[in-house]
């Protein structure tokens, strides 16, 4: 690569490198967890709740650099062109740059734990970046044995909301463990999608991804199973007071939850037409989990 290519590169690659939109996935569980403490103890610490969705961003952020970086060695991005080291054809600048976003959001937990003079919210995320080494980096890269999926909905479901909701209350809920199930659902659906455009090079490199174990069809499927469950389990919780009447406002997701399953159903074997289900499946969680934490404020 030139130096004026990486100059004035292409933006949509580096769009697609950076992936904006996918940064909805770190800041709904906080939200969640915030909102659910917010509704059972009246309390709201604005500086905790800003400095949380700032370092789950930046957080989020490391995984998807090394990603990139990880994915390098085992040679299944060589097709992929918008990774960050392909693009800039400097791993070692890559590799730091996803550090340095870690230890900065690290920080960012660090100072909650300081004001809070409790450890408990750092040893929580300590574990989800833990799952996050584990589903792409050596030796595990549990993700190519098809586990990303069960260490996705933890880190960002049970783990995560469960954290939120602990930096404002120092206390635990079972509501808010109850919930949680419903943003770990949404956010691993995004994961089950970005599978589905990849079955030939995780093919060629190893990666036996829940779509290569199970093909394209059954995926697509499986995906109608899981997305359809969101909608029954909020009315359920509700039926249940767990969770307010107003949480219902999430079905109100419910026309993209549609587009998805009918557009992976449509084009599940065709890698260049389903490619963008990952960006349906990230308007599912968004709306879902912003208007079902919003039914917890109301
Ligand atoms: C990086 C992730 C998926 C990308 O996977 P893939 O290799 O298929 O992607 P490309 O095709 O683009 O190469 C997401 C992986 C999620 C992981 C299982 C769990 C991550 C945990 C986070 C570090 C937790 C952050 C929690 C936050 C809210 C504090
Ligand atoms: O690039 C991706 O495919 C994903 C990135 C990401 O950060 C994420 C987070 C949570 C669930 C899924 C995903 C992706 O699929």
Not at 21 to 29: E, K, Q, T
Not at 99 to 107: E, R
Not at 165 to 180: C, G, H, I, K, N
Not at 188 to 216: E, M, N, W, Y
Request: hydrophobic share 50%.
């Amino acid at each position: 690569m030139t130096t004026k290519q990486i100059l004035y590169p292409n933006t949509k690659l580096w769009m697609a490198a950076i992936k904006p939109p996918m940064y909805s996935v770190a800041i709904m569980p906080i939200w969640v967890g915030t909102a659910v403490a917010y509704a059972e103890t009246k309390i709201f610490n604005g500086a905790v709740f800003s400095t949380f969705i700032a370092a789950a961003i930046l957080i989020l952020a490391w995984e998807n650099i090394s990603n990139d970086v990880f994915d390098s060695e085992t040679g299944i991005d060589q097709n992929k062109h918008h990774s960050l080291v392909n693009l800039t054809d400097n791993k070692p600048l890559i590799f730091w740059i996803g550090n340095l976003c870690l230890g900065l959001g690290l920080l960012g937990i660090l100072a909650i734990a300081f004001w809070q003079q409790d450890l408990t919210v750092i040893g929580i995320i300590l574990l989800c970046c833990a799952l996050g080494y584990m589903y792409q980096g050596p030796p595990f890269r549990l993700g190519y044995q098809g586990l990303g999926e069960i260490l996705c909905f933890f880190a960002f479901g049970p783990l995560a909301v469960e954290a939120a909701y602990y930096s404002q209350t120092q206390t635990w809920s079972m509501t808010s463990l109850a919930v949680s199930v419903i943003v770990g659902i949404a956010t691993t659906l995004i994961l089950f999608c970005s599978h589905f455009h990849q079955v030939k090079d995780d093919i060629a490199a190893g990666k036996r991804s829940p779509i290569v174990r199970l093909g394209t069809a059954k995926g697509a499927q499986l995906l109608v199973w899981f997305t359809a469950s969101i909608y029954p389990l909020t009315l359920l919780f509700v039926l249940l007071r767990i969770s307010p009447a107003w949480t219902l406002l999430s079905w109100v997701s419910l026309p993209f939850a549609v587009k998805l399953c009918r557009h992976v159903q449509e084009n599940h074997n065709q890698p260049d037409k389903v490619s963008n289900c990952k960006f349906i499946a990230v308007a599912v969680h968004f709306w879902a989990c912003l208007l079902f934490g919003l039914g917890f404020m109301i």
